[in-house]
């Protein structure tokens, strides 16, 4: 800000002091302005014993009201009553000014008598100070012999506050600093709020302070004019990193889990995804490990269906398994391994379900084993590792059959008509796939009844009996509105838009595509993302708005590559071709179908082949190499036959 005055104005620059008075300031000033060529504050001051305020702002508007001069007045909060009083009159008159800028620079809130009028007024405006950019504090402490590592963590902790990277250089230095600038300056009080707001991980809401009882909000308001406490724009109360560390290693144990119990209870009430994650923190801090990991357990669900599975994951990576035991250290190995699902990591999710198997396997919980080994599938299917994928689902239904666990039968089954599906053997997928909706009517189970008519959906889709697979679609729709399970809404929703986009129907398709998408990004689903974004690029790209296909093929491709997803990327490339096509740049087209085409020969996907050969040959065709177009449609056609499909092109 200095900078933009520097060489079109004067500069006066005062740090105000404890033993400072009004006189010995506007002795100063005087100095400045008399080199100006206005010398009457100073003979003023020289030949007055007392000082008479509306002289002196009299004096001060004819020598600086027209004169190109900034004002700046640091460490404010040490100025005195009758120091601050006379600011009021300067300020005032400033106003009436448009040469004369006042700058005042403090740690606590400036407050003058009538500064609420003055604000509303426009007449003066604060502004709260930052600290330096990262590039900025590196050459501060130049030449000081801090690594790397060091100085990021010295960042972190400082917010590039120049005083705090000077202190923090030396511990015995900023311990002695804090207790004579801060600690030995507050009251036992305002002592306690510090401590209390210091257990926080985020800014708190004033209710939560509320739930304290020994908290003083007339102490919280004196503190937030020090401007020790701040607010942030949701009017959340925090203290600068710095000072809260500095406060909760003061803490002794007792206090300390004392002051988390409450916290964690507060976070419980309030009952959304993220306030239950800070519950469990709080739970854990304290050292209620039983409490804070059966709180994950039994909220799991909720928080992955809130979009908080990457925010969950932190905290759940804080459990150790000495601290629980062993039956609850398994099942959290579960939970984590949902989280990682969700955001994507499928090989540490395998890690920990692998590691929850050996423990189950164990102690003999044959249906924790079971459900572990069904997660394992589902996610060996995704990486379309189908034959290990069978593996572990008829494993499960082994287990399952012996110890007559019906749900996981159920899933079992699931598994294994998913798996068949993926092969193209529709006919053996749909026969599991109702074995396995009879079983979870049989249990009552209606959000696996629904997830499984997905399924279900999925094959009749394949086979290109797309009436009957928007039957299923709709089925399961229509029991989700009851059980309100979101991701499997928005699965049902994609499927039901790529039922209308096999049929040509695309406007229809970018409908219920975009709902998945929707959702998705509600619980922040990678998965789903990716496949709702790839589906809605392919649909652009089909009626011709190539713009909002390139978008999102784009967005699409980035996903795909994050978590490594091959069917992601199979669409991805597809749809890059088809707008190759449009624009007729007919070599990029070919090699992008030659793209997706290799990823669907490789998973022997011989419903995806099909297509994809009919595709590829429509774009010869448009080329106009109908030898090479014929080529490839007669390799479609022979899979259609082999699936038992008819679909011809004339």
Partial sequence: MIDNYRGSKHLFWHNIHEQDNLRSILFKLAELLSKLGHDH??????????????????IL???????????????????NNQIRTFFVNIVRMLSLST?????????????????????????????????LDFESSKKLLKGKNIDKRTFKEMYRLTAGIPLFLEI??????????M???????????ERKILEIISIFRYPVPEDFLALYDELDFEKLYILRQKSIVKKDARERYFVHDIVKQFFYKRLSPSRRKKHHLIAASGYEIKDEPLDIIEAIYHYQEAGEYKKASQLAIDRSAYIFD????????????????????????????MVKAKACNMIGEWKRSLLYLTLCEDIASFIGDNELEVNVICESGRILEELNELEKAMDRFKKGLKLSKKSDFLLGMGESY??????????????????????SVEIFEGTGTRELIAATYIDLGNVFDESYKIEKAIECYNKSLDILKEVKDSQETARAYGNLGIAYKRQGEFEKAIEFITKEMTLAKASRDVKL????????SYCFAKIGEIEKAREYVEKAGEIASKIDNENIMFDVYKTRSLICKHEKNWDRAVKYFKKSIEIVEKLDALYYLSDSYFEFGLLYEGMGNTKTAKKYFDKASKLYDKLGIRKTHS
């Fill in 41 to 58: 504050l100073e003979i003023y001051l020289r030949t007055r014993t007392s000082l008479d305020y509306y002289e002196l702002s009299r």
């Fill in 61 to 79: 508007e004819k020598s600086i009201g027209v004169k190109d001069v900034v004002l700046v007045f640091d460490d404010f909060h040490k100025a």
């Fill in 99 to 131: 040469k004369t800028k006042m700058l005042i620079l403090s740690r606590e809130i400036v407050s003058f008598d009538d500064w609420w009028d003055l604000h509303a007024r426009e007449i003066v405006a604060e502004l709260e100070l930052e600290g």
């Fill in 168 to 177: 923090f250089q030396s511990k015995g230095r900023f311990e002695r600093y």
């Fill in 179 to 189: 207790h004579d600038e801060l600690l030995s300056k507050l009251d036992e009080d």
């Fill in 306 to 333: 809130g979009g908080s599975a990457a925010e969950f994951l932190v905290i759940l990576e804080r459990f150790d398994e000495k601290v629980v035991d062993t039956k609850l250290w398994a099942s959290l190995l």
């Fill in 414 to 435: 699931k598994g294994i008509g998913r798996v068949h599906w993926r092969k193209s053997k529709h006919k053996e997928a749909i026969n599991h796939l109702k074995k």
């Fill in 529 to 536: 993302l990716g496949y709702s974004t790839a589906g809605l």
